[in-house]
Structure formats: C-alpha cells, structure tokens
C-alpha cells in the first residue's frame, strides 16, 4: 500500500516513502525537492560553499580573514585543547615521525 503526503511548501501530493525525509520516526513536512532548494539557498547565504567549493586560492583569502578576525577564539581553544590533552602532540609528531622513516 502507497501512502501520499502533500508537502507544505509546493503544495503537491507526492509518495510518503519515496519524496520525503524521514525525520525520526516520523515524516517531515516538506518534500525533498523543496527541503534541498531551501538548504542550497541557505548555504549560499552563509558563504560556507566558499570554504568548501571554491578553488585552493579563495579557500585560502576566506581561512585567514576568519583567522585575523577570530584570533581570540582560536588561541582559547588551543589553550583549552593543551589543558585536555596535554600528550597529544608528543604522541602525534612520535607517530608522524615514526611513519616518515618507515
């Protein structure tokens, strides 16, 4: 038996199992076409298919811009990341150097 669901953005009818997400355990509202062209606007709103699509130079401006205006923010995680891990670069440069020679 096919169930139909209508989506609450387009407003069609379509087949419940084969054009919406399962969210859980139960069906989301919207369809996967207009879930998909809500996420791409949202992305391209964001700027973030700039660090993942663009080319190595544009990656590369947008990485240290984020950088010089996050300093702050970058040298606490460092910081907190040392206190909580305090052996993990000894371990990984031992290991790294380890598969160097190998």
């Not at 700039?50 to 990485?63: A, L, N, Q, T, V």
Request: glycine residues 2%; aromatic residues 18%.
């Amino acid at each position: 038996m096919v169930d139909f669901k209508r989506c609450t953005k387009c407003h069609e009818t379509k087949e419940t199992a084969r054009d919406f997400y399962l969210c859980g355990d139960k069906w989301r509202s919207e369809c996967r076409k207009c879930t998909i062209k809500r996420n791409v606007i949202y992305q391209r709103k964001i700027n973030s298919w700039r660090s993942r699509f663009g080319s190595d130079e544009i990656r590369k401006s947008y990485m240290r811009d984020y950088y010089s205006k996050n300093k702050e923010k970058f040298a606490k995680y460092r910081a907190e990341f040392r206190e909580r891990f305090p052996n993990y670069y000894k371990e990984y440069f031992k290991n790294r150097d380890l598969k160097k020679d190998g």
